[in-house]
Each structure stands twice: as structure tokens, then as C-alpha cells.
């Protein structure tokens, strides 16, 4: 028997349609390249995107092509979140921050049709469009007075020119709720980026999980402002969550530095924000410089890659911030654990609480995880044994685009390839990346661990583990540090630094001091690229 509920395809549209009739007025505030404040609200972020759906009609691209954009955060990418995704097509977010060749790689593999970029990103579209075939319409994210006359590129139109005369009316078609809404090229650390293609459904469950009490709370009373970015996977689905509950977003576009992110968060009252630690890293360092507060800052979601613990205390201890620490991946969308305590453990100790904190955290709903040895059986729950983490769930990959690299999935899992414990109560803490783990005779080092003792270090702004082939052990592990500014640390002070934090035989070998760390498209930090850097090391005899 059929229940008899009404049946009803889950969509992307339906979201704006929501936040239009019930938040209106709710602020989207931008700060745009130009240098301004923009001031925007839900209702006329409805009503354009229903003028870019109208221009894309106009230029007769079907239903599920790619509409790519190569753009910040701000509310013309919000426009087009909603205006590509509605109307039947695939919104395609690119890496601004990748190698212009490798984004012509991923233009041509997606086959882009539109691709609209912000003026920051001028110089890359000059560069690319000549090997970008598929790429019929180029359209800059600006004014017409603000498009330069000499582009060299054709069929390049401004946005506002572009939408400007098209109809404020749009009959969303009715979607079967699995038809792709976007994609999101992984990194590509390791061979060629694949591209996760989410749908409707995916994104509608996704949007539903983050704005649980548990992972973001999100609600109407709150003031988002997303530093992790829109052309990232989806900024971690804030954009429809944001929708989803009618709350104000504030967009800080390309300014990311302490001070322009200190001012948006203050200026618009933020409540709940969200990055990878590099960049609270700066925020951080900023507010110890001025001596500054925060005054409605509550709570910051950091995820990416892994928090250090130093972090997590001088939000809560310094700043009365709760840090919610998250974990995901391109491949789930991304969430897949958030980190909040249970009733439980409220009574606890604030040093018991940290511990705690410092996992990557339970799973949502919808989530389901184990963690395996290498013969894949199954291991203890017990905050000890480690495995590899594999996952499932309605918003997890089930193949790339163009079925790249074939089925991912073993027995219907996803190998996420991270090495992760998980404690009796549930909560999952990752050890490593799979290829970044150190074997020391036949052991196992945790490069996050020794990297976040390194962290905790006043005089330490950032550190990588490593490890380097070694004789007898295998691989012993080295931590490649950039002091902070006008600091005088020596290699000692920090090896001393470990002694009773960690077990002898698990601290690093040598400490390499380097003015910068390399880092990824994403903020991450690029052991790859670091390794190819030190290919002349050698370990102390
Ligand atoms: P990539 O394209 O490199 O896979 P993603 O943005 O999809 O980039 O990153 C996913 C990976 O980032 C995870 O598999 C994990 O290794 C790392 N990561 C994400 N969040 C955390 C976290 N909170 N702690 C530790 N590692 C994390």
C-alpha cells in the first residue's frame, strides 16, 4: 500500500521561490571587486534569477548543460546558483585558484557552454578562451560601463547588460528531483580532477542536514557570512541551506585578509561563519594585533582539513566562540561529520570538552560511516583501532561525471581515503590522510597530531609533518615550520616543545624552517609540492 502523501520532486528552485515569499526582506550583503558594500535582499536575488534563467533561454542552451562560473562570493553568484540550477541546467563552479591550464582542462572536460567570471579573473579567461571550444558565451560579472572595450574575447557580454532587459517572471519547470543541478571538480591532488554532479535531491537533503541544530543551527535570526568559497563545493551548501531557513548571508568576495573579514563580521552582525583554518588563521592574528573583540560572533564552522587545537582554544577561550569543527569532502557534498558535544557532556570538565572538540565529530543523518583494516574488515568503535573511513549516504558519489576512473564505491561504500578513529559515543577523529600517514617501524605516526602540538607553539604560525624515507624505520617524521613574525625559534626549543606531548619515538626527527608553506586551490596545505621541495633533504644521522 501507498502512503497518500502529496508527491513532490525535491528542487533548487523550490528554495528560492521560499526564501522570496517568506524572508524578502532579509538582507544578501556583498563586498564586491569594485570595493563597495553591495546591499541586496532575498526578494531581488529571486527576481534575478529568474532574469538569468530568461538569458540563458535567450541563448537556447538545453537542459543539462554546464554553465560554468569562476567567481567569488557575492550576489551575482548567488543569482546564478539559483538562475542555472532552476531552470534545468548544471551550475559548474570552477577553481579560480588552480592553474589556468588546468581550468581549461576542466572547462573542456565539463564542456562548458556559458562561463561567467568575475573582472578579478579577467586576465585567466584571456588566457583560456582560445583552448575553450565547448565555451559559446562569455559573460563578466559587472557592469556594462565596467567592461573594458579591448578583451580579446569573443562573445563577451557584461551580466548586468545580460539580464538586465529580461522578464522578472520564470515558470521553473518541474525537474524529476535526480536530475544534476551542479558539479565540483575535486583538487586532483593525486591524477586528474573528477567531477562530483550532485542533483536536485541531493542538494535539497544536504541543504535540510546542514541547517540541523546540530551541524550549523542555521535559522532566520542568524547573519551567515561564508569565507569557505562558493566555487568550492557549493561553500558547503550554505547557499541553499541560507535559503532553506531565510537568514541574511554577507559575502566578502575577494577580501580575505583579517582586517576586510574583521569589518564585514562586525558591520553585519555575523553570527555564524564559516572556513578552513588558514583563513582564521589571519582573522586570529589580526585581532590579537588590535587587541579587538568580537560582538555578535557565536559560533565559526572550521573544516577542510583538520582544526588545530590551538584554534579551537582561542575562539572559545579568547573570543566566547564556539568552534563547530566539520568534516567533508567534494564527494559528499560536502558534510559528512560535524562536531557538537551531547548533553552528557556538558557536565565535563573544559579540558575533557576539548578533547572532545578536537574530533571531527558524530555523523548527520544520513550519514552512515565504518572504518576498515586493510583486509576490510570492519574494526571497534573503541577510540583506538584505526581503518580506513568509508561512507554512504543519499548525498555521497555514487560514480564521477563521465564515469572517470570507473565505480569508486567498494561494496557500496565510498572509501573517502582518510585513516580515522571512532569513540564508543560516535565521534569520529581523522589520524590522517591515507598518503600522508607515516610508517615508522611498522607504527603508524599521525602527521596531524604532530603538526597540531607544532601549532600550539606561540611562536609557530603554520606546520606541516612529513615524513622522509629512513634506513632502518621506513619513513621518520619531520615538521617543516614558518615561524611567526619577528620570532627567534629555534630547531631545540621545538623539539623540547614535544617532550611528554607525544610518546618519544613519535616526534619529529628535524625541524625545517621555510618562509611559506605551500598551499593548494583550496587553502590546504600541499604535502605533495612540499615533498618535491625538500627532494634534497637529508635527515640528521
Ligand atoms: P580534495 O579535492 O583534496 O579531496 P576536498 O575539499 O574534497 O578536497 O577535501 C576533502 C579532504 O579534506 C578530506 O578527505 C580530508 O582529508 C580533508 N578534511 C576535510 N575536513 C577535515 C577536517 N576537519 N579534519 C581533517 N581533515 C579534513
New binding site residues.
Given amino acids: 500500500m501507498l502512503g497518500l502523501m502529496q508527491s513532490q520532486n525535491l528542487s533548487i528552485a523550490s528554495l528560492i521561490d521560499f526564501a522570496e515569499k517568506h524572508h524578502a526582506d532579509t538582507e544578501i550583503i556583498s563586498r564586491r571587486v569594485e570595493g563597495d558594500i553591495h546591499r541586496s535582499d532575498w526578494a531581488t536575488i529571486a527576481k534575478r534569477s529568474r532574469q538569468v534563467a530568461n538569458a540563458i533561454d535567450g541563448w537556447k542552451v538545453a537542459q543539462g548543460e554546464r554553465i560554468a562560473t569562476l567567481a567569488w562570493n557575492g550576489y551575482r553568484h548567488l543569482e546564478i546558483y539559483f538562475g542555472v540550477s532552476g531552470s534545468g541546467r548544471v551550475l559548474h563552479t570552477l577553481n579560480p585558484r588552480l592553474h589556468p591550464e588546468q581550468i581549461a582542462w576542466i572547462v573542456n572536460h565539463a564542456e562548458d557552454h556559458v562561463l561567467c567570471f568575475d573582472m578579478t579573473f579577467l586576465p585567466i579567461v584571456q588566457n583560456i578562451h582560445v583552448h575553450c571550444p565547448t565555451v559559446k558565451h562569455w559573460v563578466a560579472l559587472c557592469d556594462a560601463d565596467k567592461l573594458p572595450a579591448d578583451t580579446g574575447i569573443p562573445n563577451l557580454v557584461s551580466y548586468e547588460s545580460w539580464i538586465q532587459s529580461q522578464p522578472p517572471t520564470y515558470a521553473w519547470p518541474d525537474l524529476d528531483e535526480n536530475t544534476a543541478s551542479c558539479m565540483c571538480y ?2 586532483g ?1 593525486t591524477g586528474n580532477p573528477k567531477a562530483a554532479l550532485y542533483s536536485h535531491r541531493s542538494t535539497l537533503l544536504h541543504a535540510y542536514a546542514c541547517a540541523l541544530p546540530d551541524v550549523m543551527c542555521l535559522s532566520a535570526r542568524d547573519s551567515v557570512l561564508p569565507v569557505v568559497p562558493m566555487f ?2 557549493n561553500a558547503w551548501g550554505i547557499p541553499y541551506s541560507a535559503a532553506m531557513v531565510g537568514c541574511k548571508l554577507v559575502f566578502p568576495g575577494a577580501a580575505l585578509d583579517g582586517k576586510s573579514v574583521y569589518e564585514l563580521l562586525e558591520s553585519e552582525q555575523v553570527t555564524l561563519a564559516a572556513g578552513v583554518p588558514t583563513v582564521w588563521q589571519m582573522l586570529l592574528g589580526h585581532l590579537k594585533a588590535g587587541n579587538l573583540r568580537f560582538n555578535h560572533l557565536k559560533r565559526t564552522v572550521i ?5 588545530p587545537p590551538a584554534m579551537i582554544q582561542a575562539f572559545n577561550d579568547d573570543y566566547n566562540v564556539e568552534v563547530l ?7 559528499l557534498s ?1 558534510l559528512g561529520t560535524l562536531c557538537t558535544l551531547k548533553n552528557k557532556h556538558l557536565a565535563l570538565p573544559q579540558d575533557e570538552q576539548m578533547k572532545i572538540r578536537l574530533k ?1 565529530g558524530r555523523a548527520i543523518y544520513g550519514i552512515d560511516f565504518k572504518i576498515v583494516d586493510d583486509q576490510g574488515v570492519e574494526q571497534p568503535h573503541d577510540g583506538k583501532a584505526y581503518g580506513d573511513l568509508l561512507v554512504k549516504g543519499p548525498w555521497v558519489v555514487r560514480e564521477y561525471y563521465k564515469q572517470e576512473g570507473g565505480s569508486p564505491l567498494v561494496d557500496g561504500w565510498f572509501p ?3 585513516v580515522a578513529t571512532v569513540d564508543p559515543e560516535g565521534f569520529m577523529q ?1 589520524t590522517d ?1 591515507s598518503k600522508d600517514v607515516i610508517k615508522s617501524g611498522g607504527e603508524w605516526i599521525s602527521s ?1 597530531d604532530v603538526e597540531n602540538i607544532a601549532m600550539a607553539h606561540p611562536e609557530v604560525a603554520m606546520a606541516a609533518c612529513i615524513g622522509m624515507a629512513h634506513p632502518k624505520w621506513d619513513e621518520r617524521p619531520i615538521v617543516v615550520v614558518v615561524k611567526r613574525p619577528d620570532t627567534a625559534l629555534a630547531r631545540e626549543d621545538l623539539l623540547k616543545f614535544y617532550e611528554g606531548k607525544i610518546a618519544k619515538w613519535q616526534i619529529p626527527d628535524d625541524v625545517v624552517f621555510v618562509d611559506a608553506i605551500p598551499l593548494g586551490a ?1 587553502g590546504k596545505m600541499l604535502k605533495t609540492r612540499l615533498r618535491e621541495q625538500l627532494a634534497d633533504y637529508k635527515l640528521p644521522a
Avoid: Y
Fill in positions: 575535486t583538487s591532488t568550492h563545493v573544516g577542510g582539513s583538520a582544526c569543527h566539520a568534516w567533508g569532502m567534494t564527494e560536502p571531527q573517502t581515503g582518510d581523522i590522510r596531524i583550496t
